[in-house]
């Protein structure tokens, strides 16, 4: 020990702290790179903040090792070295810390400016006293008797100003990060400043390089862990995304294969141990270095490396020729898309809206192998997509890409056209027109069917008024809705403000709406109408004869006019007994004073049989194709005409 013995600043170390602070950033590092963490760019900022602690680490080893060596005040140059070299990583790692609390928090470039100027002048200035203490003789130096003493001790003050940045960043941006995070890092830093001051009250210090580590566990597990489904061996999407970016970034093309499993579709239904068994040994027999992920409850994507399964090709066919099997055992109803991944796709990270989009376009229990014709179709659906989130934001009910078009209505009773039904289409510049069963679904999905239903029904008043303005005879035109709309508080007095503000009788205006498929939807559906019905609004019920028709249900709606699909139309003109049931039907509602509407009527054939089974209207191309609303004055009389 030498003349060490003489001093009792450093003689109550132990390397314990160390060594497993040493052995603690080996595991966190090889747990990290061999799981699936999520490498996003602080990732980066956490490497570095572990390498500094491993380092520091060994520098403090070292210098305490050589420190017991020494028995003069000279040649001890490597003690000074090694001394600095702890106090630097601990400082930096602080640094790091700060840097890596401003990137979790996504402080804009004005807010992190300052803290990251200030921070990087307190590692320079604390560094240069560092120097001076030890060159000066007034901090940590070995006197002539080779006794160590501390001096002025500046790495409190370097801590204290360090945790003070951070403790700011934390309290006054906390509302940056969801709550249980904030605590999660509270908790962990709170241990480590206990600590710390615990020792240096203790004279101690073989833990202080620990009371760094603690923050360092809770980031690998709080913001860059993925953890396993156990019973699945599956992760989440965040690491299947994390994954992809990865490969697209190093130009590594993936295998990816979906199932899904629309039993399981469920959020919490639990697998069957046959099931759960399956899943595993699909993710894990048939490609090297593989990886399971969990879109949700019921769909699951497989993604190996291509470079890695050269093969590939007849570990696809073995497996769904595996999962044949399997399925003649399970019948579970599925969907299974496979291909290889794609640098349209990959560059935005679209693989679980790409397999979806697919989805939507197969039949159940079927196999797709992903084509170029799907990426431009999913390309173009993209496209109506941000068109759509773009109309939905402009809030311009007069939106010039959405057209309003209408197909004239047969009215039997005069021989006239005086209703007719409003129409949408999109005119998008990269597309050209988009017909509704293209953007339709996209806007119910993601919330903006109700902003495309006020721009046609805004679209639609403004031709009300145009053509009773000129004389014409305007019963009334219909607009479709959505159920999903009805679930908006705001649905009446969204109806209600258009129509007041176009200056039209509210009678002139009629709502199309499909029958309800819930209790929830019924309900609400029934007060939208009852509200809207006080005011001289009428209502359709519209595809009357498609799916599922309760007519209880119908009956408890008080709608005006009942619409028979064009499926009840070609029905009617099978046989004889077809027509009469059709017919019965139209006969009940006629008797319960409904109207009934026909539409898809083509020819004189499906017209004469209609009118002979009790219909008030008549809609088809024998009358007309959908046409610019624009173009309704050619379909309608004048009111002089008229009488």
Same mark, same amino acid.
């Given at each position: ?10 003689d ?17 590092l090889?747990l990290?790179?061999?799981?699936f ?10 490497n ?11 520098a ?8 017991s060596?020494?028995?003069?005040a ?27 609390? /401003? ?5 804009e470039?004005?807010k ?15 560094s240069?006293l ?6 000066r ?8 008797n ?12 370097g ?11 934390m ?22 400043? /206990?600590i ?6 203790s004279?101690?210090?073989s833990f ?22 156990i ?9 299947m ?9 190093k ?22 141990n046959e ?8 993710a894990?027999e ?22 890695q ?23 579970l ?9 794609v640098d ?17 376009h ?17 390309n @173009?659906?993209?496209?109506?997509? @941000? ?41 998008l ?22 902003m ?11 031709? /009300? ?11 009334r035109?219909s607009v479709?809705v959505?159920?999903?709309e009805?679930?908006?508080?705001n ?9 007041d ?6 009678e ?16 609400i559906?029934?007060?939208? /109408?009852?509200?809207?019905?006080e ?11 498609t ?7 119908i ?8 619409k028979?699909d064009?499926?009840l139309v ?6 004889s ?16 004073n409904?109207?009934?509407?026909y ?6 054939g499906d ?25 309704? @004055? ?5 009111v002089?005409?008229?009488a």
């Amino acid at each position: 020990m030498g003349i060490l013995a003489k001093s009792t600043i450093y003689d109550s170390y132990s390397p314990v702290g160390d060594i497993v602070v040493i052995a603690m950033c080996f595991v966190m590092l090889v747990l990290a790179y061999t799981s699936f963490v999520s490498k996003n760019k602080t990732f980066l900022k956490y490497n570095i903040i572990v390498a500094l602690l491993f380092v520091a680490s060994l520098a403090d080893i070292a210098f305490n090792y050589k420190l017991s060596e020494v028995n003069s005040a000279k040649g001890h140059t490597i003690v000074y070295v090694l001394n600095f070299l702890y106090h630097f990583t601990l400082y930096t790692s602080l640094y790091m810390y700060v840097l890596y609390i /401003i990137d979790v928090q996504r402080l804009e470039i004005s807010k992190k400016r300052p803290i990251i100027i200030v921070s990087t002048s307190l590692l320079a200035v604390i560094s240069v006293l560092e120097v001076l203490g030890i060159t000066r003789e007034t901090g940590f130096h070995i006197d002539e008797n080779g006794a160590a003493s501390r001096g002025k001790d500046i790495f409190p003050i370097g801590y204290i100003a360090f945790v003070a940045i951070i403790v700011f960043l934390m309290v006054v941006f906390r509302n940056r990060l969801f709550r249980q995070v904030m605590r999660g890092f509270y908790g962990t830093m709170l241990i480590s400043f /206990i600590i710390i001051a615990i020792q240096y009250k203790s004279n101690q210090g073989s833990f202080t390089v620990a009371t760094f580590l603690f923050p360092a566990v809770a980031m690998l597990y709080i913001v860059h862990s993925n953890p396993y489904n156990i019973e699945l061996g599956a992760i989440s999407i965040r690491a299947m995304e994390d994954m992809v970016r990865y490969s697209y970034e190093k130009r590594k093309t993936l295998i990816f294969m979906s199932l899904y499993l629309r039993e399981y579709d469920e959020e919490n239904k639990p697998f069957t141990n046959e099931l759960q068994k399956a899943i595993r040994r699909f993710a894990s027999e048939f490609f090297k270095g593989a990886a399971l992920f969990q879109v949700s409850n019921g769909h699951m994507v497989l993604l190996a490396d291509k470079a890695q399964n050269g093969d590939f090709e007849n570990k696809i066919n073995r497996m769904l020729n595996e999962f044949d099997v399997e399925y003649q055992k399970l019948k579970l109803d599925f969907k299974i898309v496979f291909g290889e991944t794609v640098d349209e796709i990959s560059r935005n990270n679209e693989y679980v809206a790409f397999i979806r989009h697919v989805h939507n376009h197969m039949n159940m229990n079927e196999k797709h192998l992903v084509t170029i014709e799907d990426i431009e179709l999913f390309n @173009k659906y993209e496209y109506i997509l @941000k068109e759509l989130a773009d109309i939905y934001r402009g809030g311009d009910l007069r939106d010039p890409r959405v057209l309003a078009y209408c197909q004239p209505v047969f009215n039997v009773k005069t021989g006239r056209y005086d209703t007719a039904e409003a129409l949408m289409r999109l005119k998008l510049p990269d597309t050209g027109l988009v017909f509704p069963d293209q953007f339709i679904p996209l806007a119910e999905q993601n919330g903006y069917i109700h902003m495309l239903t006020k721009i046609i029904l805004q679209k639609t008043c403004d031709e /009300i008024r145009y053509l009773l303005k000129e004389g014409y005879e305007v019963n009334r035109i219909s607009v479709n809705v959505s159920v999903l709309e009805l679930w908006d508080d705001n649905f009446c007095s969204d109806i209600f403000e258009i129509i007041d503000g176009s200056d039209i009788p509210n009678e002139k205006i009629a709502i199309e709406i499909t029958e309800s498929q819930t209790d929830k939807d019924f309900d609400i559906m029934k007060n939208r /109408i009852d509200v809207l019905k006080e005011k001289g609004i009428k209502f359709y019920l519209d595809d009357f004869g498609t799916g599922y028709s309760n007519m209880e249900r119908i009956m408890e709606l008080p709608f005006d006019i009942i619409k028979f699909d064009r499926s009840l139309v070609m029905a009617s003109d099978t046989d004889s007994k077809s027509e009469m049931m059709v017919g019965g039907l139209a006969n009940m509602f006629a008797d319960m004073n409904y109207s009934v509407l026909y539409e898809g009527v083509e020819n004189e054939g499906d017209e004469k049989r209609c009118i002979n089974m009790a219909a008030s209207y008549l809609q088809g191309y024998k009358y007309s194709r959908p046409i610019p609303i624009m173009e309704l @004055k050619n379909f309608f009389s004048k009111v002089e005409e008229s009488a």
